[in-house]
Structures are given as structure tokens and as C-alpha cells.
């Protein structure tokens, strides 16, 4: 790899291969073993990508867009496209082109392109659709957390563009629809909140409905002509300049529910109902796209459909040992209720985000079907009060630098070459159920399609496709046919500012006959990707199939890896290398193997379900963090260093700053804590101790303000309680006794926490095994 493409190793494209040579038959592919997959940041910002004000060249027979890849005639003013080989005429407006003026499409390094009109009539010219933020907000909680929540309310709503629409519904025992078009009186629908609710039952009880105008069935008159009546869309959605004094006095009237709880009982929250009657309001209301339901709950959802749990307080919430004996008995009732919902959402374009702000679980593992299928947003925390709540929610509403660029609408669409079949993605989108010929059969994720639905993406949004080799009986026997293999990826979206954006990215790649040609694949290795790639699997197989062992599938997937690409001699494990293009994978399966996405047993489902989705959507460089932490060493003799993921970095003297991307840990040795509490850093002539004890807490800041959620700060010293979240992380090398043994012929190198040094010392043993 080169220098620059080390520092930003997604380039222009934003696509990171597994495998950056692809092996030409399904057998070869198999002993790949790696999947070969792409992640893909589809509308990822960069400062190289040409805007183009013009409608894209498609080919007439199967609809590619013209780009760098395709052989031009200039004499004959034709272009082949390179997933067909049709031969296309330029229309009469491209008739000047030459070799030496050619179109921006066709310039070589302009492999990714971004189209700024609009082909489709139907989208927004040029007046853009004001933005709408629906916030569901529950009153279930105690008198504390209600104020925390209030006063972010009331910040975010200073922050909001002038124009957004606002809406706003609160629950508990109940759903409160309030009307905010009335300053003096404030009027409230109920819903209540022990029932199922049809969207038609929605809109009648809002007197939105079909049947309350005797019109024709379906949507109503809130929209006609995609023109918001604004009649109708006044009452519940309003301007955020002309309801923020509404709003604001209804914040300062709200109380908690206030029902009473019994004792013994959990509080009543009606988390589901709240959710059917935001969608049903936004689907009658919004012609537009840019629409978020904003759920604010703090607790977790104990009546009607949706609930996880009875009000009996006697009952525990499902736990993963639950889960996994299918001993919970709310669990998958709750998960259809929330894939119905994500449907209705999904096909009205609408994104749900999730604060949930609890020490309880609310139930993220039954709610994440919702916020996954519709690209929204989801932080944890354990207070409405706590930073990583309060701070998180302020960066969706900030502009400017830190704005997080969120955008709507979009559609994402992939053409393959011949022999490459999509097995499907796994992130935050939807099928949109179109099988075109370059499905494959066996299905990952959302497949069984060529396209997908993304209702809210922004610039950093990760997706993971997977490829199947598939050549089909008349291609040509390998040498004889293109050398390159070609992929296409076409994203349509609504930028933040409410502007139709069509971006297309083409990859190409190296066929290789991989019998006689190890080395290329070798050098084609991206263990980064690999390492990911090889976690978002782990964990939707953990989800998707009953007995799964991710523990002996990793293990034999890098006992295979290994003897495939290793050196060696058969037999002698002394004699095994790798490849430094391998060189880290093994650790990354190590970390792997002891992380939140294997060892599930350590958290709650709502935790698993929160971790998932983020490494789901993140891009590879923050999935890997997630994977296997990074570790600075700050000491008095030397420059901050990269230290040993392993309890031996552990020095009296030194200071480290652990980033495990969820928290960021500061870990104060002994001898440092010692100093600090005697005031060292107060006095002038410690001014270099001073500068020491800063130093991690400024690099933390960099880490935390570049991402969402912002992530927990824990700062600790050694032998505190907190120092947990750092020691959990370390390879315990020192603490193992190391003369276990394994079975002869296992395949599992093992199944406790043993140190790293074992782990590979087993591996090379497994490895080189004839
Ligand atoms: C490319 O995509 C379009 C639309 O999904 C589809 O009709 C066409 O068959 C695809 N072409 C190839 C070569 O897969
Ligand atoms: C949303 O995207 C789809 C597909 O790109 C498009 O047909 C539709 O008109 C868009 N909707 C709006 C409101 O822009
Ligand atoms: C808008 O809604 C109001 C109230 O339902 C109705 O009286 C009015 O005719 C509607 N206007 C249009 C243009 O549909
Ligand atoms: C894919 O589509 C086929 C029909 O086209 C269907 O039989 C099959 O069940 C689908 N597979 C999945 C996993 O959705
Ligand atoms: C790694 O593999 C490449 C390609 O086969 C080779 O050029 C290089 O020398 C190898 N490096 C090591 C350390 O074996
Ligand atoms: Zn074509």
C-alpha cells in the first residue's frame, strides 16, 4: 500500500475490499475463506469528487452510467459499457468530445462522480421541503430525569433551522398528541395506550382521516397534490420559529405520567402505541422526506403492543440467557410489532431515532428492526443528565463543522459484472425487493435484491455487501476474458440542505486464477476489512441462526486462513510465518473472540443490540476500534507512544489512554495518582508533571468531538473500582497459567480467556496440522 492510500485507505470511492483480487470460481473462492465483500461509505465526502450539473449517460441496455471504465470511439462517438458491452451513441449534446475533451465522467481519477440535477421530476426543485423533527417524548420517568430531558428539549429547539417543522407527542400510561397551533390553549388528543392502533384509527382520532372528510380512501386531504394542506399540517406540525413560545410553555407545564404505579409494579409506558401514532401522523402530514421521529425514552415499554416486559415488577427483563433458552415471553411478538412498524416507516421514507436513556433496558433489542431498516440514529446512556445523552443529541441539531450532514431519501443501487452475484448487505437499509440477475441465491442480510431503501444516511454511513462468484457454464475459461472485473454503485439521495444528489461509484478489480497465483492474493489481503467484515457476520449469524458457536466458526476460519496462506513447513510449528499483510489478522480474531459481539453473556440485549448496530454502520477504521482497542502510553520519557493491548503496559509511571470506542478510559498509574493527589501539577516547578496529566485528557477531547454517539470518558487510576473498563480490555498475558493443553484434533484453539501468546502458539500448531 502506498503512503497515501495508508492514510486514507477509502480513497475517492469510499469502498474497502476484503480482497482487493477476486478469485474466479466459487471453489477458489471458498478456500478464500474470507468472504469477499466491499464496505462501502456510499455517500462519503470528499474534496476530489466532481459536482456535475448535468443528467448522467445510461446505458440503454442495463441502465450503468457512463464513467472512466468504458472503451469510447471518439470517431464514432460511441462508448461500451463495461458490465454489457453495449455499444452506446453519445447523444447530439456530447458531440464535441475528443480525446482531448473529454467529459468529467470519463477523466481516469474520476472513478466517483456526483450528478446535482435532478432527473426525476417528482423531487424537490428548487424550493426544498422544510426539514421535520417529530419528538416522542416519555413522561414515565422520575421528577429528575423529566428536567435533564427538558432542557436538552429546549436547546435542541434553539438550535433548529427556522423553517423545520416541529411536532410533539408525549406518553406514559397514555399517548398525548399536542395540538401546537393554539398559543393560549393548549390541546391534547389521547390514544390510550393499551391497544394495537391501525393508522386509519390514527387519523380519525386526529380528525385527519379519511372517513372524518367522507373522502375517497386513503391519505387524506393533510396533502394533495404532495402541497401540505396547511390547515390540516398547522395543528400538530409547526414552523420552528413560529411555535418555539408553544413549545416552550408546554415544556414548563409537562409533568411525569401521572398515574398511579401500585406498588410492586413497574410505570406504565405505552413506548409502542406512541411510536404507531408518530408514524400515523407523519404519514398523513409530510409529503416530504427529511422526517424524523425523535424517541426520547427512559424506560422500559410495559404496556401494549411493543411491551417487554409486564408491569409485574416480579418479572425480570429478558436477558440473554433468556433469549437464548426462548424464555422470554414478550420478545418475539414485540419484534414483529416493531418490523411492521419499520415497514410503514420505511415506505413513507421516514427515519426513527432512538435516545434511550435508562439504567433499565427500554428494549433497543426489539426496537432495533425500526431504527436499523430505517438508517436512524441510537444512543445509550444511563441518564438524560449524563453527557453521553446530553451531548449526543445536541450534535443533530448543530450546524456548521460539527453538523453530522444527516440526509434522507435514499436509494442505493449496484450493477456487477457477469460471474458476480450480491448475496446482500448487512446495515442500515432496507430491501427494496428487486431481484434483478445479479442476485444470488444464497441470501446475507437484506438480499434477494439489486437496490435498497436508506430513509436517513449521512457522510460516514457504512455498508457491508457481500459477493458470491457465480460464472455460469457459457463464460469464457479463464485468460481468454477480461482480466478486470467491474463494479457500479449508484446512490440517489437528499442532501442535508433538502437537494436531490445522484453519486456514482466504479470499482474495478483484478480477476485471478487463484491455483498458480497465491502471492497476488496475498498482496490483495486487507486484514482491516477482513477483520470487520468477519465481525458484522459473527453477529447477525449469532442473531439469525439457533446454535450458533462464533467462538469455533472464528477459530476455524483462521485455522483454514492460515494453513492457506501461511508459510511453512507441514508439521513444524516452529517454522510458521505470516505474511505482514496477515500479520495482525490473528490478533483481531483474538479481540474479537473476548469482545461485546462475542461474549454476549457480559451485557444486556439491549447493549448487544446498541453495539451491533454502531459496528454495523461505522466505517472500518472506527468498526476495528471497536474490535481491538487502541493504547497510548503517556510517560515524563518519551513522546506519547502506542503500548501493547496487554496488562504488562501497565506501568506506576505512566499514564494510558485506552480508546475502546464506546468509552474512552484514562488509566492513572500508581506512582502518578500518588502526585496528582499530593498537587504536584499546582506547583511551577512541576510544570512538566502538569503538561503530563493534560496531555491524554486533550487527545481524549480529539477522539470524543469526532464521533456519534459521543463516547463514555471514564478517567481512573490504577487499583480504582472504575479501572474495570481498562483492565477488561487487555490480553491478560501475566495472570494465565498457560499448561493447558488441547484435545488432539480439536479445531477450537480455546474456549476461555486465555493470553495471546497461547492463542497463536495454538493456532501455528492447528495451522500446519497435515
Ligand atoms: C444493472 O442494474 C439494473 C437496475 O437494477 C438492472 O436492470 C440491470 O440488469 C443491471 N445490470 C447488470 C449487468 O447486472
Ligand atoms: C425519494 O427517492 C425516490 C427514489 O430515488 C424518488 O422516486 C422520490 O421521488 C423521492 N421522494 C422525494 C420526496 O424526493
Ligand atoms: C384544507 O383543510 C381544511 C380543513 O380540513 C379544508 O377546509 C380545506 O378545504 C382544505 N384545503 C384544501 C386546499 O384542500
Ligand atoms: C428470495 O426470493 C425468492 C423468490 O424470488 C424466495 O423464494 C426466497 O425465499 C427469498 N429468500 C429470502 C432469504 O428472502
Ligand atoms: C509478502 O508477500 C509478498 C507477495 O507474495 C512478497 O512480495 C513479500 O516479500 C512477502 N513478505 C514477507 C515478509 O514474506
Ligand atoms: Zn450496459
Redesign the pocket.
Known sequence: MSEMAASDPEGIDGVRMTWNVWPRTKVEASKCVIPIAAAITPIRSHPDIPPLPYLPLRCKTCAGVLNPYCRVDFNAKIWICPFCFQRNHFPPHYSMISESNVPAELYPQYTTVEYTVSGNPAAPAAQPLPPVFLFVLDTSVIEEEIGFVKSALKQALGLLPENALIGFISFGTQVQVHELGFSDLSKVYIFRGSKEISKEQVLDHLGLGASAHRAAPGYPKAVQNGVPNSSVVNRFLLPASECEYTLDMLLDELQTDQWPVQPGNRALRCTGVALSVAAGLLGACSPGTGVRIIALVGGPCTEGPGAIVSKDLSEPVRSHKDLDKDAAPHFHKAVNFYESLSKQLVSQGHVLDLFASALDQVGIAEMKVAIERTGGLIVLSESFGHPVFRDSFKRIFEDGEEALGLCFNGTLEINCSKDIKIQGIIGPCTSMEKKGPCCADTVIGQGNTTSWKMCGLDKRTCFTVFFDISPSERSNPPGTSNPQLYLQFLTNYQNPEGQTRFRVTTVTRKWVDGAVNT?EF??GFDQETAAVVMARLTSLKMEMEEEFDATRWLDRSLIRLCSRFG?YRKDDPSSF?L???FSLFPQFMFNLRRSQFVQVFNNSPDETAYFRMLLNRENILNSVVMIQPSLIAYSFHSLPKPALLDVASISSEQILLLDAYFSVVIFHGMTIAQWRNAGYQNQPEHRAFAQLLQAPHDDAQMIIQDRFPIPRLVVCDQHGSQARFLLAKLNPSTTYNSAHDIAPGSDVIFTDDVSLQVFIEHLQRLAVQS
Open positions: 502471492e496475498v498482496d508459510d510465518t505474511n505482514t499483510s
